[in-house]
């Protein structure tokens, strides 16, 4: 069975901080991987994605996730966080089944 | 122009109650799926339709019925409303199976109150 863990659950970070949010999972085929965030009150918006190629991927806001196919990981990561991005940030795989599987959210707070 | 929408946004009701949510997408994705949202914030997958076809159907009670009217529309009906299906539900929509190159969209999530 597929499962993500994300072993963070509340990062508080002060703004200009950089960021690393780790996510792993656990299966052995290919996968496809996802990091999404969901703003106070809001629905869930993509903010990156792996699919193959370069491991290193970069998204919206700043954000990038490293594909470490070794240590089944995808950490998330923006050089320099604003108030803004207060949010929670769900890491997700599939690997060939017809759904997502989530990880359980870190809830990132920056402090102005 | 909204992507995925929901209605209701918000559901307050009754225990024992039946309701509806309500899911359209407007991208011309083939599959949709519900996701419920709990307390502590984790999403897991209900049921997945694919050309009105459905391809997953979790561990759910069999009081939540999905209905797929065309491709565009999956709703949600849910019979006999217990304490424990207050959660936020989540619509989502993908042009092909997730397997492949489908990136989900999500709908703003409607959020149920059993009382």
Redesign the interface.
């Known amino acids: 069975a597929q499962s993500v863990s994300q072993h963070n659950h509340h990062v508080i970070l002060s703004e200009a901080a950089s960021l690393e949010l780790g996510c792993n999972y656990s299966y052995g085929g290919t996968v496809?991987l996802?990091w999404?965030v969901?703003y106070p009150g809001?629905?869930?918006?993509?903010l990156l994605?792996y699919?193959s190629g370069d491991p290193l991927v970069k998204g919206i806001k700043g954000f990038e996730a490293e594909f470490i196919k070794s240590k089944f990981s995808f950490n998330l990561r923006k050089p320099s966080v604003q108030w803004s991005d207060t949010a929670?940030y769900?890491c997700a795989v599939?690997?060939?089944?017809?759904?997502?599987?989530?990880g359980?959210?870190t809830?990132l707070t920056v402090i102005p | 122009d909204t992507a995925v929408s929901q209605t209701p946004k918000y559901l307050v009701t009754q225990m024992g109650n039946d309701k509806s949510i309500k899911c359209e997408q407007n991208l011309g994705h083939d599959t949709m799926y519900w996701y419920k949202q709990d307390s502590k914030k984790f999403l897991k997958i209900m049921f997945s339709y694919n050309n009105k076809e459905l391809i997953i159907n979790e561990t759910v009670p069999n009081r939540f019925s999905p209905k797929s009217p065309d491709k565009a529309h999956l709703n949600l009906h849910i019979n006999s409303l217990e304490l424990g299906d207050s959660a936020v539900y989540f619509c989502a929509s993908s042009q092909g199976l997730a397997g492949g190159a489908g990136t989900q969209y999500f709908g703003p999530g409607t959020r149920l109150t059993v009382l």
């Open positions: 496809n996802f999404y969901q809001q629905h869930l918006q993509l994605k699919f929670e769900f599939n690997g060939g089944a017809n759904n997502l599987f989530f359980t959210g809830r």
